[in-house]
């Protein structure tokens, strides 16, 4: 940090200030001990952030004997590596099975999301006019109400339902976490949409919704794409909903599957549980690197006045 | 536009074009537009909510249909339990430790990311995995990280001479350790979220201010303390608010990690309402333990209701 700030400092350095010699040494020291410095605290972050998963990863090759031996360096392959548990994982485990249910409950989730998403989003950044404002932001709040205060009461509305034990129980609460944070990020998307596309669009004869269709919708379509992709990964996020409502292994998802149902009695079988974690975290971890800048501008936009 | 289209509007127009101009006036389309969203919440999370109040004051069980008003009685249980004070200490000392640390981290972390340097994606990759990767999946990895026996930490105490060969730190077995890994993990899963907002409100802060700054002669740290935080304090404020509520009300990480052991010592209200309603079949003593977050989210949504209007006047 210090050391781009002084860089960019020296090069715009103006003309009519000549710098000692002693002077511009220090500068060139200090740059140095800026860029040193900031080397060894990005590596400590990476090192924080990252070592769970270098070890899981590790783990995942790992024989048993190799694994369950300990007095030599934990992360050395004193056996040659092995995918035989990462294979069983797919072969006889229900891990195939937990990944299926988040994709049907991903996918349904965010159908429903966006079929409510959008049309409040667009009423709430167009239609509203000054009770928009609070409006976003409190089913925003809503967002910060928590799945733990709530799922004991939801999971009588479930049996109610006669949804207990089943994937689509999970597919009617997770909206409820999904559609705020999809209203927020939209609004900010719809914003920047300016109006005068659609008044031209009804100047040429467009209805109101026929202009939201036909021509505002495909211009927020990078903005809806982040909204699907966010809403998905939320809901591989969840576990508490899961654990409460679904108690069949046919009907779980990673989160609560992992956990529970790989762990046979009290055997953890810790190189299938370590595969099936980085399974899924490498592809989400891909998926939010390339969608993130996106994501933070929805969500920063959503409560600036457009 | 709705005025201009009264003034033009033929007086006696026909039902069904009468019908589709009224689609076009904005009063009548956003609510309509608004009203399935609302309603699905207001069925999801509204009347949950409701229902989590009026079981807390019933002695709602998970096995009988029978819903009586007990008034304060179920409260007094949930209260009376001897664990109750320890379970409430441990959410605000766990939240409270966890949070202030990702202040500090965070703020340092988005100054990294802010700079250019080699390898730069591949930390930004490793910083954001953390909150990626689905809680349940971070905590059981944590799990096998701390396991008892083949926890890699031994190892490297045993180098540092610190435990002595063979020997084991048993990090999840002593109540200090264990609830220190509970405040590790959590830091751990809310630092990437909290450093994506900062390192925004940091990209957002006038070049020329600090530009300006620098000719002055400002040095390095007189810059960073005397301009880049005060600016990124409300940003701070708002990424520290998401950690809080998603730290103070997580029953995920204690569940896996811990299971709110060893004794009980790691337990948060979270996850002692899933133990005390679902485990232990009692709904309205869970639900009782459960609002007792209610009122500090009430607080939080507060500021953060008003940090929101604050921004939108601008």
Not at chain 2, 61 to 64: E, H, L, P, R
């Given at each position: 940090m210090t050391g781009a700030v002084a860089a960019a400092a020296e090069a715009t350095e103006p003309a009519g200030r000549p710098k000692s010699r002693s002077e511009r040494s220090t500068r060139r020291a200090q740059t140095v001990r800026g860029r040193i410095g900031l080397y060894v605290l990005a590596f400590c972050f990476a090192v924080f952030c990252g070592f769970p998963f270098l070890w899981a990863t590790i783990t995942a090759f790992k024989t048993n004997q190799d694994l369950y031996t300990?007095?030599?360096?934990?992360?050395?392959?004193?056996q040659a590596p092995t995918l035989s548990h990462i294979t069983s994982l797919f072969t006889s485990t229900p891990y195939l099975t937990f990944i299926a249910n988040n994709v049907i409950i991903g996918l349904a989730t965010v159908a429903i999301t966006l079929v409510l998403g959008v049309p409040a989003a667009y009423a709430l950044a167009r239609?509203?006019?000054?009770?928009g404002v609070p409006v976003a932001i409190g089913i925003f709040v809503?967002?910060?109400?928590?799945p733990t205060l709530l799922f004991l009461p939801l999971s009588r509305v479930i049996t109610v339902l006669g949804?207990?034990?089943?994937?689509w129980s999970l597919v009617v609460v997770y909206p409820g976490f999904t559609i705020p944070l999809s209203v927020w990020l939209l609004v900010g998307f719809f914003r920047s949409v300016p109006p005068d596309i659609e008044e031209q669009a009804q100047v040429d004869g467009y209805t109101r919704v026929g202009a939201l269709v036909r021509v505002v919708l495909p211009l927020v379509a990078p903005g809806l794409f982040t909204v699907v992709v966010f809403t998905f990964t939320l809901t591989m996020q969840d576990f508490i909903y899961a654990l409460a409502f679904v108690s069949s292994s046919s009907q779980m998802t990673v989160s609560v599957g992992v956990p529970?149902?790989?762990?046979r009695g009290d055997v953890f079988y810790w190189q299938s549980l370590m595969a099936s974690a980085m399974i899924v975290a490498i592809p989400v971890a891909f998926v939010y690197n390339i969608f993130l800048r996106r994501f933070i501008q929805g969500f920063t936009l959503g409560a600036v006045k457009g | 536009m709705t005025e201009a289209d009264t003034e033009t509007a033929?007086?006696?127009?026909r039902s069904s074009a009468r019908r589709r101009y009224l689609l076009e006036r904005d009063r009548v389309l956003g609510p309509l537009l608004l009203a399935p969203a609302v309603l699905y919440l207001i069925f999801v999370v509204g009347y949950p909510l409701v229902l989590a109040i009026m079981y807390a004051f019933s002695d709602v069980?998970?096995?009988?249909s029978k819903f009586d008003f007990v008034g304060l009685h179920t409260f007094k249980t949930a209260i009376n339990d001897p664990n109750f004070p320890s379970v409430v200490a441990h959410t605000f000392i766990i939240t409270g430790i966890s949070q202030a640390l990702v202040i500090v981290l965070c703020t340092v972390l988005a100054f990294v990311l802010a700079a250019d340097f080699h390898g730069k994606w591949f930390v930004r990759f490793l910083v954001l995995m953390p909150w990626t990767t689905p809680v349940a999946l971070g905590s059981i990895i944590w799990l096998w990280m701390l396991d008892?026996?083949?926890?890699?930490f031994d190892w490297f105490a045993q180098q540092l001479h610190?435990?002595?060969?063979?020997?084991?730190?048993?990090?999840?077995?002593h109540a200090g350790l264990a609830t220190g890994s509970v405040i590790a993990v959590q830091t751990w899963r809310t630092l990437p979220l909290a450093t994506v907002i900062v390192l925004a409100g940091l990209s957002s802060i006038p070049r020329d201010v600090e530009e300006q700054a620098e000719v002055d002669g400002a040095g390095f740290w007189r810059r960073l303390f005397g301009i880049q935080i005060p600016l990124l304090a409300p940003v701070i404020l708002v990424a520290v608010l998401f950690g809080i509520v998603f730290t103070f009300t997580d029953m995920a990480v204690v569940f896996i990690l811990t299971?709110?052991?060893?004794?009980?010592?790691?337990?948060?209200l979270a996850s002692w309402a899933f133990y005390k309603g679902i485990n232990g079949g009692n709904l309205g003593v869970g639900a009782a333990d459960a609002l007792f977050m209610f009122p500090v989210l009430l607080g939080l949504a507060a500021v953060v209701l008003k940090l929101a209007s604050g921004r939108t006047e601008k």
């Open positions: 300990t007095g030599h360096n934990p992360f050395a392959f004193t239609l509203t006019g000054r009770w809503v967002y910060l109400v928590p949804l207990q034990d089943s994937i529970t149902n790989l762990v | 033929p007086h006696a127009v069980t998970v096995g009988s008892s026996i083949f926890t890699p610190v435990i002595p060969p063979g020997g084991h730190l048993v990090l999840l077995g299971g709110g052991g060893p004794g009980n010592s790691t337990q948060v």
